[in-house]
């Protein structure tokens, strides 16, 4: 089978050099276009040269439709309103969307969600293994444990991050609430501040703390009457979930239109 042809969108962002970085390392794929926003200063340039590499002959375009026609994938780590709008185009295009955007809305959701009725989407708020690990156990404790215990989630990032809880800590939210068969916007307590009252049992929190450089630090937190038990996450390199978009994409090819997540790719859903 020939290479798997990748788009990157978002290409000149911190996400955008490393997946282009990233799929030059990867066997079975290769970069045939790169995309950026009308008006950034980085059209035209060469991608290879963008992402630090040796020149690629690929220069950075806004034509995102026409990269998309002569594509088999697009990996995008951009913004909520611009993940949709490269949905409906990967559909028309009929080719895999993989989705590491994290701060989506219900309404981007269901978007994404009518989209992939036409082209498969690969979507997770973190592409790593360990991150994906600790979801499917934290999925597991949680259905063990009952009400009693209390699930707190703290997730750390640098200080230029713009959303919170980070699309992580959710992820790790809706683990527990799958495992406890509840619905996480119903049970969700995003901070605290002022005279809050007692907490109310079965509620999954969260808190977001931002400093430094931090690349991004989780904390499941389950807490019981005279014991605790935590599981946690350290990420030390932000390249490791360019990786694993790349490793979603070549596990996509082929796959039927629906929306899938990194427990399919990693095949996790047994734990």
């Not at 796959?255 to 990693?266: I, N, Q």
Request: aromatic residues 4%; contains cysteine; hydrophobic residues 50%.
């Amino acid at each position: 089978m020939s290479d798997m042809r990748l788009v990157v969108v978002g290409a000149a962002g911190r996400m955008g050099r490393m997946l282009i970085r990233a799929i030059d390392q990867a066997d079975g794929c290769t970069l045939v276009a790169a995309i950026e926003r009308p008006g950034s200063a980085a059209l035209g340039e060469d991608a290879g040269i963008l992402a630090g590499l040796p020149a690629s002959g690929i220069k950075v375009t806004s034509d995102a439709a026409a990269a998309f026609a002569s594509a088999d994938g697009v990996l995008d780590f951009t913004a909520p309103d611009a993940t949709v709008a490269f949905a409906k185009l990967a559909a028309d295009a009929g080719i895999l969307h993989v989705v590491g955007t994290t701060g989506l809305e219900p309404t981007h959701l269901a978007e994404l969600a009518e989209a992939a009725k036409r082209t498969p989407i690969i979507r997770s708020g973190n592409m790593s293994l360990g991150v994906n690990l600790l979801a499917a156990l934290v999925r597991k404790v949680a259905a063990t444990l009952g009400t009693d215990w209390d699930i707190e989630i703290v997730e750390m990032h640098h200080r230029m991050k713009v959303d919170a809880p980070s699309g992580t800590a959710v992820l790790l939210g809706e683990a527990a609430a799958e495992g406890r068969a509840v619905d996480l916007a119903q049970q969700r307590v995003a901070g605290r501040d002022g005279i809050t009252g007692a907490r109310q049992a079965g509620t999954i929190g969260f808190a977001a703390l931002r400093g430094g450089t931090v690349v991004g630090d989780h904390k499941v937190i389950f807490a019981g009457a005279g014991e605790r038990l935590e599981l946690a996450h350290v990420a030390e390199d932000r390249s490791l979930f360019a990786q694993g978009a790349v490793k979603a994409a070549l596990w996509g090819r082929g796959r039927e239109a629906r929306l899938y997540s990194m427990a399919d790719v990693l095949g996790l859903d047994a734990l």
